[in-house]
């Protein structure tokens, strides 16, 4: 038998959202976020990054986009409302999609953002 999730209210949601992901918002119900993209095929990869991610932690988003941008909404539809699972889950997809390895200075180097025929993320 599955646990009871402990669902946050909106208050705590904000807070926790400033403190732990700041590019994240509040909105009717689900915590979200949109990802820019360069193009299409970025659009795309960010959808089968997260898609991945929210697959492996067995815990599923909705998903919005367009040719550059994705939109990233997190609900524990079982709990209806936000857990500790849609923060985790943000936390995870934030710090993948959000990985500059250029900026690590080590041997991966990261897309040349300059070329648009390899530029990847719209880095906040």
Not at 59 to 71: G, N, Q, R
Request: hydrophobic letters at 35%.
């Amino acid at each position: 038998m599955a646990r009871e999730e402990r669902t946050y209210g909106e208050a705590e949601i904000t807070e926790r959202l400033a403190r732990e992901l700041p590019q994240w918002r509040y909105e009717n119900g689900w915590i979200r976020r949109r990802y820019k993209t360069h193009s299409w095929k970025s659009t795309l990869m960010v959808i089968n990054t997260v898609g991945h991610l929210a697959e492996a932690a067995w815990h599923h988003p909705d998903i919005a986009a367009s040719y550059a941008w994705v939109e990233v909404k997190l609900q524990n539809h079982a709990a209806k409302g936000i857990t500790d699972k849609d923060f985790a889950l943000a936390r995870k997809i934030e710090e993948v999609v959000g990985w500059q390895p250029g900026k690590e200075g080590a041997a991966l180097e990261g897309t040349p953002n300059t070329d648009p025929r390899f530029a990847y993320i719209k880095y906040d």
